[in-house]
């Protein structure tokens, strides 16, 4: 990133992803690989399994609904407003906990995590578990099952 970037509302690529609806703001080829920025809209009850990354940090915002975040086994409530942060090695899962959805922010650093959720997303049939566990483990995702 050499120049200011303004990105309106609607920019980004879109994944579907597992349920979840993620738009990449930001891609680490455009921040030198120091991190990267998506919106994910989380669906009614839906559900982010248990993972850790080796060596990505998440900052998390919640801009819309709640959250019941589980972060090395201590459970606790994110609403609207709330931040979140998370360091590599943290096994850690997220539950919407309305019947709408939420949505939130998340940035990831270094960049590279964001990969995943392309690659699931570009994927031409539906994922077998194993699949998604090696392209997880491709892009610094470890699922905990």
Request: with cysteine; net charge negative; proline share 5%.
């Amino acid at each position: 990133m050499t120049k200011p970037i303004l990105l309106e509302k609607e920019d980004g690529e879109v994944w579907n992803v597992l349920g979840e609806t993620i738009v990449c703001k930001l891609r680490g080829d455009e921040t030198f690989g120091r991190f990267a920025v998506v919106e994910e809209t989380s669906p009614a009850k839906g559900v982010i399994p248990p993972h850790f990354h080796n060596q990505t940090d998440e900052i998390i915002y919640v801009l819309e609904g709640e959250y019941e975040v589980e972060c090395d086994g201590q459970k606790t409530i994110a609403h609207s407003g709330n931040m979140l942060v998370i360091p590599r090695g943290t096994i850690h899962s997220l539950k919407n906990r309305l019947t709408k959805p939420s949505r939130m922010l998340a940035i990831s650093t270094p960049s590279g995590f964001e990969n995943f959720f392309a690659e699931i997303s570009n994927l031409k049939t539906a994922a077998d578990a194993r699949e998604i566990v090696e392209i997880g483990r491709r892009n610094d995702l470890e699922l905990v099952i």
